[in-house]
């Protein structure tokens, strides 16, 4: 603390590291307070930038493919996120409509909240607001290759 009785925070430090396929090594450096939200943002930056060259979804991203009928509803959700809402907010009205006209399946508002709160419950997704407000995000996903190393 100092004389204003103001408690001092010390600087932090954040590195990413990203390797290629090729071995190639990227590194971002980050210095100052380092916050949770100034994290996700980092690794919101580090999956824009091409993530984890090489590392492919499971799920079709073509909904109108004839495979996305023997998809499980909760992949088909999660398809219509990582396809229309890979780095934005969005509602569970927002994903009903994009569900309904891409994969031209009716589904009910309480069906797609539940799976949004499963995918919450499950780490995939961040959810903020109140009950009759909820939006949610895909929370970032760390690729196996990024070293991600805190120093203190």
């Known amino acids: 603390m100092n004389n204003l009785g103001v408690k001092i925070v010390p600087a932090r430090k954040m590195r990413v590291e990203l390797f290629d396929s090729d071995g190639n090594r990227y590194t971002i450096a980050f210095e100052g307070q380092v916050t949770r939200e100034k994290a996700i943002r980092l690794l919101d930056l580090v999956e824009l930038l091409g993530g984890a060259p090489g590392e492919a979804s499971n799920i079709n991203t073509n909904p109108t493919m004839p495979a996305s009928r023997s998809m499980s509803l909760f992949e088909k959700v999660q398809l219509v996120i990582q396809k229309n809402f890979p780095l934005i907010w969005f ?24 799976y949004l709160s499963r995918m919450t419950a499950k780490g995939m997704l961040m959810r903020t607001g109140g009950p009759n407000s909820l939006k949610y995000k895909s929370a970032p996903n760390i690729p196996t290759s990024i070293k991600q190393r805190i120093i203190k």
């Open 91 to 114: 509602t569970s009205k927002d994903i009903q409509s994009v569900y309904e006209q891409e994969l031209k399946e009716p589904v009910t508002l309480s069906t797609i909240s539940t």
